[in-house]
């Protein structure tokens, strides 16, 4: 009976590594929307699926919003994420440290205006990215612009921000109302810091009731992926 007893040990291994290989890639959830106005929705394709009050947010899909629209999203480590109207944003990356907070985070801003409030992750663990520049972040709230051919990142409180070109050009935004312009032209990318402001995100604030208030993160803990059965090369489930 030995041998049924390993085949019987060997079969419920594999099925044991094949569901967890399932759901090690099953999607991330990194937080949910606290404010939805009018057309969020999550890209999925050519097409989309509306985002309510209380959805979740998943880690690498796309969250755009439509022409009179906005959306404020609380991500795990209760770091608040306002997206104006046309806009569209993906959680990249994140390593999380514990359940609230993040080792690692990257946020890519494709197009629109935003504002970014910290949670409680380390500010060291945030990047965000636009299609033009590079955001260390250093302070707690920052306001975003990107536009094709065009970023600005203003800084609104009393802490620091490092901004950078593609092409490794930065400047350090260190006191409130600090502004780094990044354009680029005929392939040319600059960087420029300015003390006027050559745009505000608090002009959205008003698109949505709460769009510019903060919160914490109150929906499930995240996703815990199981380690995957130890089967390095395949043979005992037939791979």
């Not at 057309?39 to 439509?66: C, H, K, Q, Y």
């Not at 770091?79 to 080792?103: C, H, M, P, R, W």
């Not at 950078?164 to 040319?188: E, M, R, Y």
């Amino acid at each position: 009976m030995n041998w049924r007893n390993s085949i019987l040990a060997a079969l419920a291994f594999c099925a044991s590594a094949n569901f967890d290989a399932a759901f090690a890639q099953a999607p991330t959830r990194v937080g949910e929307a606290a404010v939805v106005k009018n057309e969020v929705v999550r890209v999925s394709g050519s097409g989309g699926t509306p985002i309510n009050v209380g959805d979740a947010v998943l880690r690498n899909e796309t969250v755009r919003t439509g022409a009179d629209s906005a959306t404020r999203l609380v991500i795990i480590d209760s770091t608040n994420l306002s997206l104006g109207a046309n806009s569209s944003i993906t959680i990249d990356k994140t390593v999380f440290n514990d359940e609230q907070s993040y080792k690692d985070v990257t946020i890519r801003l494709t197009s629109g205006a935003f504002r970014f409030v910290t949670g409680h992750s380390d500010k060291n663990a945030y990047k965000i990215t636009t299609p033009l520049a590079t955001i260390g972040v250093r302070g707690t709230i920052l306001d975003i612009l990107s536009q094709r051919g065009r970023s600005v990142v203003s800084l609104q409180d009393n802490s620091a921000a490092r901004v950078c070109t593609t092409s490794f050009q930065c400047v350090d935004l260190t006191k409130p109302g600090d502004n780094a312009v990044i354009t680029s032209f005929n392939g040319k990318t600059s960087i420029t810091k300015t003390n006027v402001p050559p745009w505000t995100f608090a002009a959205a604030c008003s698109a949505a009731a709460g769009l510019c208030s903060t919160s914490e993160y109150a929906g499930a803990s995240p996703l815990v992926v199981p380690a995957v059965v130890d089967d390095p090369t395949g043979m005992l489930c037939g791979r």
